[in-house]
């Protein structure tokens, strides 16, 4: 059985997607190796928002894109990204990342919630312009990953009854706790790239 890695394929994507210019969030930091990514795609004209809860990840991710242009890192919940997106911008956001779960080599009590990561992904929802995405990775195998992933799948499958296209990757069929991704857009995918 060979095993995906989930992390390459949503870089996969978003590499063929984003272009320089376009504003996008990083809705999880952490040591932000995806922010780092985004930031080399969009600019030096485009713009990255990125959230996370706890300060050591906000100045892992502030060393990294020191040498990136427009960049604002925002240390609070992805659940209130909506009052840190500049007006002219909401309706416009071409990608949000969520990779869920708790900072890796960090804290591993501090984690993303259900409630909250449902509420970002509705305000990501909202904010994104019409061929916009967003990616999820999901990890059932930790303590109240396993509800959250479920919740996830549930909300994104909702969003295919409002235009989202949506696609699922599962890095070990074989292994219910294996990661998930889940990569929604509100316009068609090219088949060769999903
Ligand atoms: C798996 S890590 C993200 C990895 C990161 N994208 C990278 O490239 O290194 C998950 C992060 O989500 C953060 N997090 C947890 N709850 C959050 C919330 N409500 N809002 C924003 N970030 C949150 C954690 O602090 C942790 O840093």
Not at 39 to 59: C, R, T, V
Not at 178 to 189: D, E, G, I, S, T
Request: proline residues 4%; hydrophobic residues 45%.
């Amino acid at each position: 059985m060979q095993r995906i890695s989930l992390v390459k394929q949503v870089h996969e994507w978003l590499e063929a997607q984003l272009r320089e210019g376009d504003i996008v969030i990083d809705a999880t930091l952490g040591n932000g190796f995806d922010a780092l990514f985004l930031a080399n795609k969009i600019s030096p004209s485009g713009w990255l928002y990125g959230f996370d809860i706890q300060a050591e990840a906000i100045a892992a991710s502030r060393l990294k894109l020191m040498p990136y242009p427009h960049v604002r890192l925002v240390h609070a919940s992805h659940a209130d990204m909506a009052a840190h997106i500049p007006f002219v911008w909401q309706g416009k956001v071409r990608a949000c990342l969520f990779n869920l779960g708790y900072l890796p080599g960090g804290n591993k009590q501090v984690i993303t919630q259900t409630a909250s990561t449902l509420s970002a992904l509705t305000a990501a929802s909202q904010l994104l312009a019409t061929d916009g995405l967003i990616s999820i990775m999901a990890y059932p195998g930790h303590s109240g990953g396993d509800i959250e992933t479920e919740c996830v799948a549930q909300w994104c499958q909702t969003m295919t009854r409002q235009g989202f296209q949506l696609n699922t990757l599962i890095s070990d069929a074989t292994n219910a706790a294996a990661p998930r991704l889940f990569m929604l857009c509100k316009a068609q995918v090219p088949n060769n790239l999903l």
